[in-house]
């Protein structure tokens, strides 16, 4: 079983569409993600009727590794519906997610995210985010504490 399986399967578990009241829809969408020092966490996306208070499967896998680990880093990420990704933009986190992991840690632009389970086709945060806007202040941190 490789890496990539073993996160299906963590995230398969949590896929079990609900409606947990008559405004809240729960676990249409899961995630796994490893962390930087291998752990595994999952996620689950979580919609009301207001938008405001919506979580992606993707934030609540991070916010569960930040809240269980302290961790910021993450190597591999895998997200989906009824299926595994399958190519075709499937398995893509939105415009939100990828800035959130972007924001918690500079070196998330090295993330994997699996697109393609059958083929094991990756792509790199970084390469969604080329010239992403706020590598200047990391750079500009990084100054700061050389001083």
């Known amino acids: 079983m490789d890496i990539w399986e073993t996160l299906y399967e963590k995230a398969r578990a949590q896929y079990h569409p609900e409606e947990v009241t008559p405004f809240i829809q729960a676990h249409h969408v899961v995630c796994a993600l490893e962390s930087g020092n291998g752990g595994i ?3 689950f996306c979580i ?3 207001c938008g405001v208070m919506d979580l992606c499967a993707e934030r609540t896998a991070a916010l ?9 880093l993450v190597k591999r990420l895998i997200v989906f519906r009824d299926r595994p990704p399958f190519g075709g933009g499937s398995g893509m986190p939105c ?5 959130f992991f972007m924001q918690l840690n500079q070196q998330n632009r090295d993330m ?9 086709e990756t792509v790199r945060l970084g390469t969604l985010l080329p010239d992403w806007w706020g590598m200047v202040r990391y750079q500009q941190k990084g100054k700061e504490a050389a001083e």
């Not at 995210?113 to 083929?119: A, F, G, K, P, W």
């Open 95 to 99: 415009g939100a997610c990828r800035e």
């Open 47 to 49: 919609e009301s009727c």
């Open 64 to 72: 569960n590794m930040y809240l269980q680990s302290g961790q910021t």
């Open 41 to 43: 966490y999952t996620g």
């Open 112 to 120: 994997e995210i699996l697109v393609d389970y059958e083929t094991r």
